[in-house]
């Protein structure tokens, strides 16, 4: 689907959230945390909006987020490493052995 951006030009819905690299995806998050209980919430501005139960209070919401994507993504949490935006809502996510259409496909979302 394509919808009109800010800017006048057209773009894919959910384009750049999830980017192939050459040992798997990055996939940019939009962290939302002390939420009720920890979901997907669909793309905004190009990343993915993860809503997490756990504050973001010594590293927690990070552990939460890399359990999070592993549970959804169905791969180990040792194949998940946050390269950018540690202290930060918008982070930049690394996901080793996992190929671009299945990430797609198991985040459900046209990312």
Do not use: C, Q, W, Y
């Not at 894919?12 to 959230?17: E, I, Q, W, Y």
């Not at 918008?90 to 979302?109: M, Q, S």
């Amino acid at each position: 689907m394509i919808k009109p951006t800010g800017s006048g030009g057209v773009k894919p819905k959910g384009s750049g959230a999830i980017t192939p690299t050459s040992t798997g995806v990055d996939i940019s998050v939009r962290a939302v945390p002390r939420a009720s209980r920890s979901a997907l919430a669909g793309v905004r501005d190009g990343a993915l909006v993860i809503k997490l139960a756990a504050p973001p209070v010594d590293g927690a919401a990070n552990l939460a987020l890399v359990a999070f994507l592993s549970d959804v993504l169905l791969i180990a949490r040792r194949n998940i490493t946050i390269v950018a935006g540690e202290r930060g809502r918008l982070k930049r996510v690394r996901v080793t052995g996992l190929d671009h259409a299945r990430a797609v496909a198991l985040i459900g979302t046209e990312a």
